[in-house]
């Protein structure tokens, strides 16, 4: 079938595989937005980057919050783990209005930026705590879930036959984006300037935001790159690759579809616990590492490494999964994320400032990689067109991660001390990587019974 799309001029054709998905093919990158596909890999990156610091820097703050609000590190825990759940709660109502067409990217990106400069206001000038949870947990973190949802979703559209690499590159700017922060509330700020650092950071990040933006525009629905036909084998290795490990969905579940699937509440399980570890950790390696002895600088250059590397492995992991399949990736990960904690504890109560501080980089990349390969996995699994609903869901496993990870994990720390918890954090660890081993995309096949198909887009792969 051939038509033309109401917005353009282009003419299209509409195809479908042997399982009846369709494909919107003819179309380049340029036809619909005037510019290569590559500018939103780069965008999205920026808006994630600008929206970092708000998880990733903000205990670093900690002790400057506390002396100059008098608010006790209770409140700074309680504080991440409210901004943590609108942060995830955001993702699915966002997902549904951005594909109902009532929420364009560019506005989502709008009230990101919004919210993120909110919350550094409310940080900076709070006359009481309250103002702060309102300010910086829930109007900060519903605008970090809308970029975050926005920015991940509309990389894996731009790139529907190779969008692990792309993903994961996106998904770590949401981690590395907050190194200098990390120092910057570390080192310099104090009670003297900590109102004018707090605005211009949320200025900076509003900025970054909103800036990014504003050059945001979705692909039509079923689109599929014109260099790439979805029902034959490509010349391109790394795409007939990508493919054959990680084939695309049956076809393009709608968030009802989707949630009747079992497949989908292992992921949100599996992603509850690992995002539970991932937080866990961020909010308890500065406490800690000071409590081990540690000098400041040693415990600010710990937390920056553990967030490039939280960053940098998001992209690494996405390239990796695309060369040796999603789920096959998802149980190392969840290995490395359950022994790193391990790790952590033993290198800082042995005083072991290397060891320390290679554990810190390793947990930073478990932790890290799950986001990027949940995502890929859902529109793997689900299809690309209602992904920002079908990821929202899982992604909400967050709600709860957050509020765990920060705020219980701190209750546990006071039970059972920095040991029990982060033994406890381990082993929930490596459970979740027993748990991945049961993932499989729905509606398809095990293709240990069936007969291989010489069309690779369409098989299921171990």
């Known amino acids: 079938m051939t038509t033309t799309d109401f917005t353009t001029s282009v003419p299209y054709r509409e195809v479908t595989d042997r399982n009846g998905r369709l494909y919107r093919i003819g179309e380049t990158d340029r036809d619909i937005m005037g510019r290569p596909r590559w500018t939103m890999v780069l965008f999205p990156w920026m808006g994630m980057m600008g929206i970092s610091s708000s998880e990733y820097a903000f205990t670093s703050a900690e002790d400057t919050l506390h002396e100059a609000h008098l608010w006790d590190s209770g409140h700074i825990?309680?504080?991440?783990?409210?901004?943590?759940?609108?942060?995830?709660a955001v993702a699915f109502p966002a997902g549904?209005?951005?594909?109902?067409?009532?929420?364009?990217?560019?506005?989502?990106?709008?009230l990101g930026a919004l919210g993120t400069v909110l919350g550094y206001l409310?940080?900076?000038?709070?006359?009481?705590?309250?103002v702060a949870y309102i300010g910086f947990g829930m109007f900060s973190g519903i605008g970090a879930g809308l970029v975050?949802?926005?920015?991940?979703?509309?990389?894996?559209?731009?790139?529907?036959?190779?969008?692990?690499g792309k993903t994961g590159m996106v998904n770590g700017g949401f981690a590395y984006g907050s190194v200098p922060f990390v120092f910057l509330f570390t080192s310099y700020m104090d009670l003297s300037n900590y109102e004018t650092v707090l605005v211009l950071v949320g200025v900076i990040c509003c900025t970054v935001v909103a800036v990014s933006g504003w050059f945001f525009k979705d692909p039509p629905k079923n689109w599929w790159p014109s260099q790439v036909d979805p029902l034959k084998t490509s010349d391109d290795p790394r795409v007939v690759r990508a493919l054959a490990k990680n084939p695309p969905a049956v076809k393009q579940y709608t968030p009802r579809e989707a949630a009747r699937t079992p497949v989908l509440w292992m992921m949100w399980?599996?992603?509850?616990?690992?995002?539970?570890?991932?937080?866990?950790?961020?909010?308890?390696?500065?406490?800690?590492?000071?409590?081990?002895?540690?000098a400041g600088g040693i415990v600010a250059t710990a937390m920056s490494l553990k967030a490039i590397v939280n960053g940098t492995g998001r992209g690494v992991i996405g390239w990796i999964s695309d060369r040796y399949g999603r789920r096959n990736t998802l149980v190392i990960v969840c290995i490395v994320l359950g022994c790193s904690q391990f790790g952590v504890f033993l290198s800082g109560n042995?005083?072991?400032?290397?060891f320390f501080l290679f554990c810190s980089m390793v947990s930073g990349f478990g932790g890290g990689a799950i986001f990027p390969l949940f995502a890929a996995m859902t529109a793997d699994y689900f299809g690309e067109n209602n992904n920002a609903s079908n990821y929202g869901m899982v992604y909400s496993s967050k709600l709860i991660?957050?509020?765990?990870?920060?705020g219980v994990g701190a209750l546990v720390?006071?039970?059972?001390?920095?040991?029990?918890?982060?033994?406890?954090?381990g082993c929930i660890g490596l459970g979740s990587a027993v748990l991945a081993l049961f993932l499989r995309a729905p509606g398809r096949p095990d293709p240990r019974r069936v007969v291989p198909n010489p069309h690779p887009i369409g098989e299921e792969m171990a």
């Open 350 to 354: 042995m005083g072991s400032m290397p």
């Open 148 to 164: 975050y949802a926005t920015c991940v979703n509309m990389v894996g559209k731009w790139y529907p036959e190779r969008k692990g």
């Open 269 to 294: 399980f599996c992603l509850l616990c690992t995002a539970g570890i991932n937080i866990f950790g961020i909010a308890m390696q500065v406490p800690f590492g000071k409590e081990m002895g540690f």
């Open 401 to 406: 991660s957050g509020l765990v990870g920060s």
């Open 413 to 425: 720390v006071s039970a059972w001390g920095y040991g029990g918890a982060f033994a406890l954090a």
């Open 122 to 130: 409310s940080l900076a000038f709070a006359p009481h705590v309250i």
């Open 77 to 88: 825990f309680w504080l991440m783990g409210v901004w943590v759940f609108f942060q995830a």
């Open 96 to 110: 549904q209005l951005r594909e109902s067409g009532r929420l364009p990217a560019r506005y989502a990106m709008m």
